[in-house]
């Protein structure tokens, strides 16, 4: 992985993670896709959190963790294997809504079938 250097600080490329704006220690992700830093937070200067290294949603020592209660990125995040990254809670919600309505309207129709 390279590194690029700026004028007194270590930029971190995708892939990468430092738990510090101010400190060249850089780490290799593990998986690298978790460590896509977000470009809207990425030059914030103001910003000391390692977390603007990681994907939306994902946060902790090289971005190895879900937002899961907001605390970052002000909405919750969980793990999905299937995708194999952090995805946003009220996303997977409408999946969740939809079963509901799905096995209530079975219901119903197995209600009325039986009942004719």
């Known amino acids: ?7 007194n600080k ?3 490329k995708k892939g990468g993670w430092r738990s510090k ?4 220690n850089i ?4 998986n690298p896709i978790h460590c896509t830093p977000n470009l809207k937070l990425f030059d914030d200067a103001m910003n000391s959190s390692a ?12 971005c190895s963790s879900c937002d899961n209660y907001g605390d970052f ?3 919750t995040y969980q793990y999905s ?3 194999g990254v952090c995805v946003n809670c009220s996303d997977s919600s409408w999946t969740i809504i939809f079963f509901f309505v799905l096995l209530i309207g ?3 129709f197995t209600f009325y079938t039986v009942n004719k």
Do not use: Q
């Open 27 to 30: 780490i290799e992700c593990e």
């Open 10 to 12: 270590t930029s971190v």
């Open 1 to 7: 992985m390279g590194y690029a250097y700026g004028s």
């Open 21 to 24: 704006n101010d400190t060249a």
């Open 81 to 83: 294997a299937a995708d």
């Open 51 to 62: 977390n603007h290294l990681c994907r939306v949603g994902h946060v902790g020592p090289v």
């Open 106 to 108: 079975i219901g119903l």
């Open 73 to 75: 990125w002000n909405d």
